[in-house]
C-alpha cells in the first residue's frame, strides 16, 4: 500500500517543468545534429537520439531514489571511480589521444564524466554539517584531496578539458560558503603555483599556443587561431534571424572543426542567428531557474548542498562553452551541455536533473 502511495506521489508531484526545459534543450540538440549530418552524412543525431531515450530512463529511475541513500553511497563510488581512472591509465588504449574511455557494446564510456557526480555527493557528505559561514584551511584541504585525486588521474590521460571543469564543483561551494580573506589569498597563490606547474610541466605544446593566441587568434589563423576564427565567422554570418535550418554554409564546407561538440553553438547560431540565440539561451536559464528554485526550496542540507554544487557545474560548463564559441577564452574542450554530442555526457546530464527531480520529490512526496 506503501509503495501504491509513493507512485501516485511521485506523478502527482512531478516537477514536468525540470524536464520540459531539458528535454527542449536536447531536442534542439538533434535538430543541429541532424543539420551536421545533411552536410557530412555523419550519424552524430541518431546516436545522440539513442542516448537521449537512455537519459531519460536513467532521469526517471535516478529520479525515485532518495538523495541521502546516494550520498550515503559516495565514498564507496569515490573509491571504484579512482579505481577505474587507474584502470584506463593501465589497460585502455589511446582514443583520440588519451586514455579516457572504456569500450562497453561498441560504445565508449568516459567514467570522468559520471566522476563529477560522484565528487558532487561526496563533498556533499563532507560538508553536510559544515556550521561555519566560511571555508578554513582545513576545508580547503579536504576539498583539494577530495578533487585533486581524480584532477590528476585525468590530467594524466590526458583529458584537460574535463579535467578543468572539476574546478566548478570547488567554485560553486566557495560561492556557496565563501572564504575568509587568508583563504581568498592561499586559493590565488595555489592557482598561480599550479598554472606554473602546469604550463611547464603537463600542457602540450598545442595547448600552450592555443592559450598564446587566443586574445589575437587572427596571428596564427590557419592553426591554433584557426578555431576560433571559424567559430567567430560562423556566429557572425547567422545574423539576426539565421540563413535557415538546413542552409549553414560553414558546416557543409567544413571550415568549422569540432561542429559537433565543442562549436555547436556556432551551427546552431549560422541558421538561426541571434534571434535563436535568444530562444536557446532563454530554455537554458528557465532550465537554471527551475534547478534553483529545487535546490533553494529545500529546508535539507545536504540537499541544498547537493543541488547547489550540480546547478554550478552545469551552469559554469554553459557559460565557458558560449564564452570559447565567442572567442573570449581559448579553446578548452568544454562541451554545451545537453546541445553537444556525446553520450557520457549527456547521459551524465540526465542523472544530474534525475538528482534534482529527486531532491524535489523528497520535499513534496516525502520518498
Known sequence: MRRHLKESSYWKYFNYSLLSGTLMISLISLLVLYSIHTANHSSYYKKQALFLLLGLVLFVLVSRIDPHRLISFAPYLYGLFLLSLLFLLVFSPRIAGAKAWVGIGGMGIQPSEFGKIIVILLIARVFRDHDSQTLSFKDILRLGTITGAPVLLIMAQPDMGTAVTYSFILLTLFILLGLKKEMVLLLVLSIVGVSYLGWNFVFKDYQKERVKVFMHPESDPLKYGYHTIQSKITIGSGGLKGKGYLQGTQKGMGFLPAQHTDFI??????????????????????????????????????????????????????????????????VA????PFMSYGGSSLLTLFIMIGIIEGIHMKKYAGQ
Do not use: M, R
Open 265 to 330: 553553438l556556432s551551427v546552431y547560431a549560422e541558421e538561426f542567428g541571434f534571434l535563436g540565440i535568444l530562444f536557446l539561451f532563454g530554455s537554458y536559464f528557465f532550465l537554471f531557474s527551475q534547478i534553483y528554485g529545487i535546490a533553494s526550496g529545500t529546508e535539507d542540507v545536504e540537499c541544498f548542498l547537493l543541488g547547489s554544487l550540480l546547478l554550478g557545474q552545469i551552469f559554469f560548463q554553459f557559460l565557458i562553452n558560449v564564452l570559447v564559441s565567442i572567442g573570449k577564452l581559448p
Open 333 to 336: 574542450g568544454i562541451t554545451l
